[in-house]
């Protein structure tokens, strides 16, 4: 069998794109043969240090975006729905508090990343899906017991979350994403003959497993499989 290739998957959970990127990485995971990394990242940071225009901030991009979430959500089979109020979710609150809480449930986590999808997710469904609030402590404690974190972890995440060491490792993760030439999220970064490739969006994955040899099943590779 061939080494298995590296994968990292940088995100923002204020991103309804970088969820659904998240959903089939995840999905993908145990499917082609690479080893997964969830770079949790500030996307405000992105497009500050990129220079990038969010397109929600261009009235006709927005128009076209929620059409196209709506269609992307039955694609991918992610209960995706835009909150009440997108641009004050987005650009007013943001995440930054958020992908601080995310930085440091993989900060304490030992032995793998499966506190961290979770955690990410059950953040993706209280703005994309339920129109709930991610930036105040109760928000963060509610996704985290949801997620299956123990009223102990999640104290400690809590604590953790405001140390000056998250918020310098949250910091280096997104110019790290920078560096590669990130511009915006979901941004996938594939290792292959020690070479990174860059794939920006959500729409690139057929292209991506041609890439790193592995064959696009579908957005639910399970289901395709079981069909073959």
């Known amino acids: 069998m061939t080494s298995r290739k590296v994968v990292e998957l940088f995100y923002d959970v204020v991103s309804p794109y970088s969820w659904l990127g998240f959903e089939v990485m995840c999905r993908y995971r145990n499917v082609w043969n690479i080893d997964l990394k969830l770079r949790p990242a500030f996307l405000g940071g992105i497009m500050h240090g990129a220079g990038n225009k969010p397109p929600g901030l261009v009235p006709n991009k927005f128009s076209y975006m929620t059409k196209d979430l709506h269609r992307l959500a039955n694609y991918f089979d992610v209960p995706l729905h835009p909150p009440s109020d997108p641009f004050e979710v987005m650009f007013q609150k943001g995440s930054l508090s958020a992908m601080r809480f995310v930085t440091a449930v993989q900060q304490i986590e030992k032995g793998g990343d499966k506190q961290v999808e979770q955690v990410s997710r059950e953040l993706w469904r209280r703005i994309w899906s339920e129109d709930k609030d991610i930036t105040q402590p109760e928000s963060f404690s509610e996704a985290a017991k949801k997620a299956g974190l123990t009223d102990s972890e999640i104290e400690e995440v809590l604590k953790l ?44 994955f057929e292209l991506m497993a041609n890439c790193i040899g592995e064959k696009w099943l579908g957005p639910k590779p399970d289901s395709s499989a079981s069909k073959l």
């Open 161 to 204: 979350c405001i140390s000056q060491e998250v918020k310098d490792k949250l910091k280096h993760t997104t110019q790290e994403a920078l560096n590669y030439g990130a511009f915006g999220f979901p941004m996938l970064i594939c290792h292959i003959d020690g070479k990174p490739e860059m794939f920006f969006g959500s729409d690139r």
